[in-house]
């Protein structure tokens, strides 16, 4: 009886009950796609910060750190047996070492890095590197990324001369060859980066044998004069981004709350001012104030409801289309997050189903909050419209 009132309470109020439904479901709407968003956000970042340079974690020459490149030529070692004997799609053995190019006159300070043409852990573009021999001959070939090229103004055939210090601390230069320039989707091993066969850097730099790190696919337990670096220690700068723009989706999300929720509460508080002699009739026939109270909140959960199914049906075909499309991030071109794609939607159950009960209760609670002094209105004052002034 209680539900059937609500509900042609609800039908009776027209355009009011559309508009509440209406924002109640777009609230729902938009919060969903926001951390879904965020969530397709941080899957895409990580993803390519796996694929392209962190791989299950790296075994580090004890003392290697890359943030400290005066000290990588210090730190360099033989690849134990254990890391060796593993196939080439679960390892990269990587060198870097200090150099500087001469683009157009000009100085250029890069990292030179030096991977396994035949590993298949990391998905890097460096195909181009792989039909030159092991010995080098005339010119030294490299791969440089978009951005990189960008920076120095240098293409594909192009020439340039590149200096470097051999482990002996003797300096010296050799023209290098740009085989390819190819797109990267982490900019961290791209922008100021030339990559280099391994065996050809090792043997420029007089390292036979040594590396600076293996990126592995799985932990292999303690090495020997290595250091483990998990991918929470890698992507600790990424993480912590990722978490502050995480927190910041949690202010978006109350103030979509707060509005959605002042709404409802706006309409109700309406609704027993213009609605006291109905009220009052009520009361006067004998029916409990705590009944009436339960009739105005049931329309609160009508709300709700309907607005639920709402968002369904204004949900789907909007997350159907904009899975096609995806939102573009080229403009995070010249920062140092690791997403150069689109981003799609990346679905979490547990939010979902979070964000709409909670929705749902904020409605039922903001429709009962108005109504609360009904149980302590006089119903002659309510049949004469003049309880609630």
């Known amino acids: 009886m209680l539900i059937q ?17 209406l924002i109640t479901a777009i609230t729902i709407v938009t919060v969903i796609f926001n951390l879904s ?11 390519n910060m796996v694929k392209t340079d962190v791989a299950g974690g790296h075994y580090r020459i004890a003392g290697f750190d890359l943030l400290s490149p005066t000290e990588w030529e210090d730190h360099t070692g033989l690849v134990p047996d254990s890391l060796k004997a593993l196939p080439e799609d679960q390892k990269a053995e990587t ?14 300070p890069v ?4 991977v396994g043409p035949g590993q298949e852990l990391l998905d890097l573009p460096l195909q181009g590197l792989k039909r030159f021999p092991e010995k080098i001959t005339d010119q030294i070939p490299v791969v440089i990324g978009t951005k990189m090229a960008e920076r120095t103004h240098l293409k594909q055939g192009d020439s340039v001369v590149l200096k ?5 601390g003797a300096v010296d230069a050799r023209d290098i060859l740009v085989v390819d320039v190819v797109k990267l989707l982490n900019p961290r091993v791209d922008e100021g980066m030339v990559w280099l066969r391994l065996d050809h850097l090792q043997d420029m730099a007089r390292r036979e044998g040594e590396v600076s790190w293996v990126a592995v696919e799985l932990f292999q337990g303690p090495v020997p004069d290595m250091e483990f670096h998990s991918v929470d220690d890698l992507m600790k700068d ?9 927190r910041n989706s949690i202010i978006l999300w109350i103030i979509l709350m707060f509005l959605a929720g002042i709404s409802v509460f706006n309409t109700q508080i309406l609704n027993v001012f213009k609605r006291q002699k109905e009220i009052g009739t009520l009361l006067a026939l004998g029916v409990e104030s705590k009944q009436v109270v339960r009739i105005f909140t049931w329309e609160g959960a009508v709300t709700a409801g309907i607005s639920v199914v709402v968002a369904g049906l204004i949900a789907v075909p909007l997350f159907m289309w904009f899975q096609t499309v ?22 979490n159950p547990f939010e979902i189903f979070y964000s ?34």
């Open 356 to 389: 709409i009960t909670v929705v749902v209760a904020l409605t039922i609670l903001v429709a009962w909050l108005p109504v609360r002094k009904i149980s302590h209105m006089d119903p002659t004052l309510a049949l004469r419209g003049k309880a609630i002034t």
């Open 326 to 347: 995806g939102l573009d991030v080229s403009h995070l071109e010249e920062s140092t997050i690791p997403v150069r794609d689109a981003i799609f939607l990346e679905f």
């Open 95 to 108: 060198l870097i070492l200090q150099g500087q190019i001469f683009p157009n006159n000009r100085l250029y």
């Open 111 to 114: 990292q030179m890095r030096g």
């Open 5 to 21: 009132f609500a509900i042609k309470n609800f039908l009776r109020q027209g355009l009011r009950s559309i508009l509440n439904v």
């Open 37 to 47: 968003l965020l969530n397709g956000f941080q899957a895409r970042a990580t993803l």
């Open 238 to 246: 990424l993480l912590i981004l990722l978490k502050n723009d995480r």
């Open 164 to 168: 470097w210090r051999d482990k002996f």
